[in-house]
């Protein structure tokens, strides 16, 4: 997911955390931590 984001591939990336090599890659891009946005998380139909 990262490498596609620092070679330009694709502009977001969805799925999992990042991993502490992909972040050190896309900090040694961008000079700046990646930014994470939690759009939705739990289960469907399940209570509590």
Do not use: H, N
């Not at 502009?11 to 090599?21: A, E, H, N, P, S």
């Not at 946005?37 to 139909?45: E, L, M, Q, R």
Request: charged fraction near 25%.
């Amino acid at each position: 997911m990262v490498p596609s984001l620092v070679f330009g591939v694709s502009d977001l990336g969805i799925g999992r955390k990042v991993t502490f090599q992909e972040q050190q890659l896309f900090e040694r891009y961008f000079d700046r931590s990646p930014q994470e946005i939690d759009i939705a998380t739990g289960s469907y139909d399940v209570p509590g």
